[in-house]
């Protein structure tokens, strides 16, 4: 050792950096090659799939040379761009499910809807969307529209049933919750007055941040929100008054928010009849004399590289209810008004 100043310096030879393990260095070389053949595959197979499809014996969306009812699935929370961590699309597509009754509405061959719904309900605005498509298809076709209830169609799910010409529920669905909410508001203002913890909002208007968790909500306030409730419940029962054939008196008795099993929902005339799907599905082929007619369950496929490679490496899980009211909360500010069944 040598002193140079205040630093010391060593005479020793500097270690070199050992080379790569031709073993090792092959490995690699080969994991990256067979991963540029998995995507250059997934490749040609969305172009093979867009171009070639009906070719290489892949089903296309809708059947072109049968008559054939068609059954859409409407399975989780009825909200627009539902995506997984990885961004691929799971559970209800609202945008697509409206594309794929407009394809309906245009298909001579297609001779009958079935929407089967299995879901907790969802916002206004999609829920009275998908509403008002169903009503279009029937205007437009002259054709029938059933609805089959898995174990829950409430709220918003039964908001969508409303526009069907026969409801048959399973023995076990949960379905009515007839209301709208527009979730929970939290005053956390006294809380925030104990720690010493001031805050301030600037606003164009006295009710301009209405619903904030930092001041007391005024009667004002309070009044505002209730009335925008109270024209979506009044719409809400209106449509089941009109779907139902009932009077709006009797729809509002039995509209209070609960939610009725399918044994109480046919005693109160708001479904037709306790069933599977595959009843309802032969209760349209017998009343609509569509016996010759296939039956063709119509659901959403991503068909993107990405959608494709991560459905095929990585296992996923839908998102369950409860995931997709978080979803429901952390996408928006403020609290959406919803056609929602709050089960928790």
Not at 88 to 112: A, F, R, S
Not at 206 to 230: H, W
Not at 308 to 320: I, K, Y
Not at 324 to 330: E, G, H, K, N, Q
Request: glycine content about 10%; hydrophobic content about 40%.
């Amino acid at each position: 050792m040598e002193e140079t100043n205040d630093r010391t310096v060593s005479n020793r030879p500097l270690k070199e950096k050992k080379p790569m393990d031709p073993k090792t260095k092959k490995n690699l070389l080969t994991w990256l090659v067979i991963v540029a053949i998995v995507f250059g595959i997934a490749v040609l197979f969305q172009f093979a799939a867009q171009k070639f499809g009906d070719w290489i014996g892949m089903e296309p969306d809708l059947p072109d040379r049968y008559p054939y009812i068609g059954v859409i699935y409407v399975e989780g929370t009825i909200i627009e761009n539902q995506t997984d961590s990885f961004g691929i699309p799971v559970g209800y597509q609202h945008q697509w499910t409206l594309d794929e009754i407009n394809m309906l509405i245009e298909d001579d061959m297609n001779k009958g809807l079935i929407i089967f719904v299995d879901s907790p309900g969802g916002g206004v605005y999609e829920s009275d969307e998908l509403y008002l498509k169903l009503n279009e298809y029937k205007e437009n076709t002259g054709r029938p529209v059933y609805s089959a209830m898995g174990s829950m169609a409430a709220s918003g799910g039964y908001y969508i049933s409303a526009a069907a010409d026969k409801i048959v529920a399973n023995r076990n669905t949960w379905t009515g919750s007839i209301g709208v909410t527009i979730g929970t508001f939290y005053d956390i203002s006294k809380f925030l007055e104990k720690n010493g913890i001031d805050t301030i909002t600037i606003t164009s208007g006295a009710n301009k941040a209405m619903g904030s968790m930092t001041e007391p909500m005024s009667e004002e306030q309070k009044a505002i929100f209730q009335a925008l409730v109270d024209e979506c419940y009044d719409q809400f029962t209106g449509i089941v008054a009109e779907g139902r054939g009932m009077g709006i008196d009797k729809v509002k008795s039995i509209a209070d928010g609960r939610i009725y099993t399918a044994k109480q929902a046919l005693e109160l005339g708001l479904i037709d009849a306790v069933g599977t799907k595959q009843d309802a599905i032969a209760d349209m082929q017998e009343n609509y004399e569509l016996f010759d007619c296939d039956v063709i369950d119509i659901t959403y496929v991503d068909k993107t590289i990405w959608g494709m490679l991560l459905n095929s490496f990585v296992p996923r899980t839908p998102p369950g209810d409860v995931s997709a009211l978080l979803d429901l909360v952390s996408r928006g500010e403020g609290a959406p008004i919803q056609y929602m069944y709050d089960w928790q």
